[in-house]
């Protein structure tokens, strides 16, 4: 069994949670998790940049000179890519999908590698208490010191509360996300992540 920390919004630890290993899959796969973050990043690329090839710029298909006996270099027609004004070599086509299929049971075990990482690496926090009665900056930048985060941060939620992300918004490096949207990537790339206590519960029911 594993043990993450419980605080309180003034930086106190206020109590331990037990939390088993098998629920977020035992072990962290390196493998899948780098395989996630690659999808990722592939599946974001737009694949809308094109170039030029042979056959889409203008000039004539008439070989410029005969083969032998001029004392120049052998040419073919005017759109090669060895001269100027030529189409590109090996054009990039507009049409090309980088996207990469990753099916849900390997993104949820993604997932849970992603957050055992994070409890394995003590940097995974759960706050109890959080709320905001009205959108303040100050407030949400005030918990986070008091937590003593100063790096990019993950907050967690059970539920969508627009008080929160409104606070949240201008912090850098701050990214709010409800449990359900979690993903592995995001888990992965920020150096902290902080959970409430009610999204603690939805994550180790969902991973259960």
């Known amino acids: 069994m594993l043990e993450v920390p419980i605080y309180n919004t ?20 390196v493998s899948l998790l780098k395989q996630a973050i690659v999808a990722y990043h592939a599946n974001r690329r737009q694949g809308t940049v094109a170039t030029k090839g042979r056959a889409d710029v203008d000039g004539s298909t008439r070989k410029l ?9 052998r040419r073919g027609n005017i759109r090669t890519n060895v001269l100027r004004g030529g189409g590109v070599a090996f054009a990039k086509d507009p049409k090309r ?7 849900r049971k390997m993104r949820k075990a993604a997932l849970g590698s992603a957050i055992l990482a994070k409890i394995l690496g003590e940097d995974l926090l759960v706050v ?12 949400m930048a005030g918990v986070m010191k008091n937590l003593n985060i100063n790096r990019s941060c993950l907050l967690t939620l059970a539920d969508r509360d627009s008080n929160i992300y409104l606070s949240s918004r201008n912090i850098p490096d701050l990214t709010v996300r409800i449990a359900s949207e979690l993903n592995a990537f ?13 999204a603690m519960k939805a994550l180790v029911g969902e991973e259960a």
């Open 128 to 139: 109890d208490g959080l709320k905001i009665e009205s959108p303040k900056t100050s407030d």
């Open 97 to 103: 999908s980088f996207r990469k299929a990753l099916p």
């Open 10 to 29: 003034a930086g106190e630890k206020i109590d331990t949670l037990k939390v088993d290993e098998n629920v977020f899959g035992g072990t962290v796969n």
């Open 65 to 73: 000179f005969r083969q032998k006996g001029t004392g120049n270099a």
């Open 186 to 198: 995001e888990v992965a790339t920020r150096q902290k992540m902080l959970v409430t206590a009610d």
